[in-house]
């Protein structure tokens, strides 16, 4: 799931600062009428989403307009709120946002009720679940129990692990939002909820051995995670034989994880508070946790990583070595995972000036280059459209590993691997597209800085300078960067023109929300699906399985099995939608 978090600095930076940071010129002042109609626009918008749509100041993703339907990754009930982006934490930085570059108290306000509704979701242990119910613990047992349970594709769903997340920056993103908050306006509403943040983000941090600074997918553990995947009794008689499946290495949330980049958001939540508190003790966490990523690269000639690694030796397998995750992401590297921690490095080179952070990034690199997708394979499988490498690549052969599933639902399905790039999934793709050449030209560009270009930049480090730097202020235009945590980072705003802002005020209208076509609906509970052997394929490459599948999907292009007929989308108020959009006026008004 993308993040969306800003920030504002000045324009004019150095010549270095500028190649390394990625300046953009900026644009003229918006004529003050539109400026004044704009603002006007987004206030109404933003009280609307505050007074009527949110629940006590939290969010979910999308709601039908008379909110009698509410989603987040699944259907939600209206109780509820959505931690993990683009849900509260989302559309609060949007809300701070407008406030910033309006100086108007109803979006402050706004946005204040919406942390507080993030303070009432935090658990006692300092961290966030994927999603909090204001009704109390016995309504989200039922949905889990109910929606969550049934959700087919959606593993980390199916069972209430009573912990918090670091998944899909849902911890990060919350914290983020609550330090900004403190630091707005020294709100000490704020300050208890922000301590127990930092306070769980180190706890959860590995101690010792090789993965020392890495941190797992949820903590604490939970003794009644589930060790291994459900494999039914009855097999589709087209099964290949000697497939693999299932969690490898037993229950992933406890490996050092790397998939949607766990390390990367924790320690910017980390430098975060170094630069907004003066926390200096947080900076020794920060490096162990650059070092771990760094250790964890694989040797040579697979020289990347994998969503997850062994944090101790298990199976006769040492830790650190790659980890299979759920169901549908096997033991293997992973090549967006690897491109991802790349640019990770890169980021570290130029918060310490240690050229160790590069030394590896060419084995890295080359073996990237080794493993491609043939054009036979993207030309076979409409689903590897637009995708230069696969998703997974077994070890040591390096063969691409394709993920399948056979069944209807999660009782009577299951996924598993061979290498057959055909009748892959839809809802995680088989391959990737990797810029190995932007990771070269980045990689280049670095290593031939000179000792004074070098200087520069730890000179504006959060690492390294003694006093507080203002943190970005704009977090809901683009993914915030560590780089944007330097003293003076640029951060342009994208050009948004009169008529562009125009045309969202237009599109508001009276009614003072965005509408716009639902990206997925679900099918209603109604049981546990039934677990008779189901021997088709129609569901094979679909988001979703039979009616009793909770999992979002396209209504559009459903599976052909009956009683599913394509339907048009719904009209819904989108979170995600309204960030955006508030973002675009937000750049507008700014400029």
Known sequence: MPLNRRRFARIAAAPVAATLLGVRPGAALAAPDVRADTISAMRRAAVHMDEHVSYRGGYVWNYLPDLSTTWGEMEAKRTMCWIQPPGTPSVGHSLLDAYHATGDEAFYRAAVRTGLALVRAQLPVGGWNYVHDFAGRASLLDWYERIGANGWRLEEFQHHYGNATFDDAGTSSAAQFLLRLLLERGDQRFRGPVDRAVRFVLSAQFSGGVADGGWPQRFPSFAGSVSETHWPDVLPSWLPPDVAHGMEDGEYTQHVTFNDDVLGENIKFLLMCVSGL?????????????????????????????????????????????????????????????????????????????????????????????????????????????????????????????????????????????????????????????????????????????????????????????????????FSIRDLELTDLFRDAPFPLPAVTDAEAAALVADLGTKDHWLTPADAVTNPYLGPGPATPYDGRAYASKHVGDVYDTSPHDPRTPPEEPPYVPRDRPLVISSSVFVANLGKLVAHVSR
């Not at 070092?291 to 990347?304: D, I, K, N, S, Y």
């Not at 280049?444 to 690492?463: I, N």
């Open 278 to 474: 003066g926390r200096r003790d947080l900076l020794r966490p920060v490096v162990r946790a650059m070092r771990c990523l760094r250790r964890m690269q694989q040797p040579g000639p697979q020289a990347g990583w994998g969503l997850q690694h062994l944090s101790r030796a298990a199976g006769g397998r040492p830790a650190g070595a790659p980890a299979g995750a759920r169901s549908y992401e096997p033991r293997a590297l992973a090549t967006h995972t690897t491109q991802t921690n790349v640019r990770q490095l890169f980021h570290y080179f130029r918060l310490t000036g240690d050229r160790a952070y590069l030394s590896r990034v060419p084995e890295a690199i080359a073996w990237l280059e080794s493993c491609p997708l043939t054009a036979q394979q993207i030309a076979e499988n409409p689903l590897l459209a637009g995708r230069t490498h696969p998703t997974f690549v077994e070890l040591g052969t390096n063969r691409p590993r394709f993920v399948h599933r056979f069944g209807s639902n999660v009782n009577n399905g299951a996924y598993y691997f061979d290498h057959d790039h055909r009748a892959t999934l839809s809802h995680y793709s088989a391959g990737r597209p990797i810029d190995v050449a932007g990771l070269r030209a980045t990689y280049e560009q670095l290593s031939a800085l000179t000792p004074a270009e070098v200087a520069d930049l730890k000179a504006r480090s959060p690492l390294y300078r003694g006093e507080e730097i203002p943190l970005p202020r704009y």
